[in-house]
């Protein structure tokens, strides 16, 4: 607002998903992190889970990025 003396504002309705899958997988990470210290070992697949979940967060995030106007002078 001081530097262009204009407010941007952002409907982050759309993104709504992504941020909950945030939570999701961190919850994952949490998870598998204390069965790592437990067991003293880590899965591949849940490696592999999380990546997935990783790429969908990504791709939705990035599908409404795209739907913002560019501020670009």
């Known amino acids: 607002m001081a530097l262009d003396g204009q407010i941007i504002y952002y409907n982050l309705e759309k993104a709504a998903p992504a941020m909950n899958a945030w939570r999701i997988i961190g919850g994952n ?10 067991i003293n070992n880590i899965y591949a697949g849940d490696i592999e889970e999380l ?5 969908e967060i990504c ?12 501020n670009a002078a």
């Open 59 to 70: 791709h939705t995030l990035n599908r409404f990025l795209s739907t913002l106007p560019s």
């Open 29 to 38: 990470i949490n998870q598998i992190a204390k069965n790592a210290n437990e």
């Open 51 to 55: 990546k997935k979940e990783y790429n």
